[in-house]
């Protein structure tokens, strides 16, 4: 089975505070990405990443960076956190191919910015 | 802009009762349509994929179907059990992409079962 884990299941921080959120899978998959859930909003698409190094703005990558300096390891990164970045954020990984493949997804980080 | 709608927003039924949830999308062009569901506080699991060629799929008691001309999808449960509650989610593809980024996600269902 495909295992995708995120390195906290709840997080707070401060305001202004620089905040590293991991996801590490161990599928060998080459796509990652990160998401957050807000209610009455689904998920929204923060970044992802084809492969090593790569990476990509999502819908909403405002605010957030990423980092992915192995294949297995992708971190989001709140440069200075905000409240309005209060929010549940899930990170998933499906392997490169017909694009007909399942996204796995880590079962989420709630952070909360105080 | 690409859409996904999904009713109704939220379904409470009887335990061992059979229902139906819905999905419309206006995402053009189409490459496939997912459907995830999502336990309170867990990430979602993938219950089925389904291409422009496929017009249903079984997972289970889950059924999908997917009407590409009229751009509908259904999941049906059937006797539905008390670990069916949760949020259900349809998901569409687009290409050029598949499934990397050209997904757009509709809001889900909160499906609650009752004993």
């Known amino acids: 089975d495909v295992k995708v884990t995120q390195s906290s299941r709840y997080l707070v921080k401060r305001t202004g505070e620089k905040v590293f959120l991991e996801c590490v899978q161990d599928m060998d998959h080459e796509n990652m990405f990160w998401y957050r859930q807000d209610p009455g909003l689904g998920l929204r698409l923060i970044y992802f990443?084809?492969?090593?190094?790569?990476?990509e703005k999502g819908d909403i990558p405002e605010g957030y960076s990423v980092s992915r300096e192995k294949k297995e390891r992708f971190s989001l990164i709140l440069e200075s956190a905000s409240t309005n970045q209060t929010s549940m954020y899930l990170c998933a990984s499906s392997l490169m191919g017909d694009g007909n493949q399942p996204q796995h997804f880590g079962d989420g980080t709630r952070l909360s910015i105080l | 802009k690409n859409q996904v709608e999904q009713s109704p927003q939220s379904l409470i039924i009887l335990e061992g009762k059979n229902c139906t949830l819905q999905?419309?999308?206006?995402?053009?062009?189409?490459?496939?349509l997912r459907w995830y569901k999502q336990d309170t506080g867990r990430g979602p699991v993938s219950l089925t994929i389904m291409t422009f060629s496929e017009n249903t799929k079984s997972n289970g008691r889950y059924t999908a179907t997917l009407d590409a001309d009229t751009k509908q999808s259904s999941l049906h449960i059937t006797a539905s059990q008390l670990s069916d509650s949760a949020s259900y989610i349809c998901?569409?593809?687009?290409?050029?992409?598949?499934?990397?980024?050209?997904?757009?996600f509709g809001k889900g269902t909160h499906l609650i079962i009752q004993p």
């Open positions: 999905c419309n999308y206006t995402v053009s062009p189409f490459s496939n």
């Open positions: 998901v569409v593809s687009a290409e050029p992409g598949g499934g990397a980024d050209g997904l757009t």
């Open positions: 990443s084809y492969d090593v190094k790569m990476k």
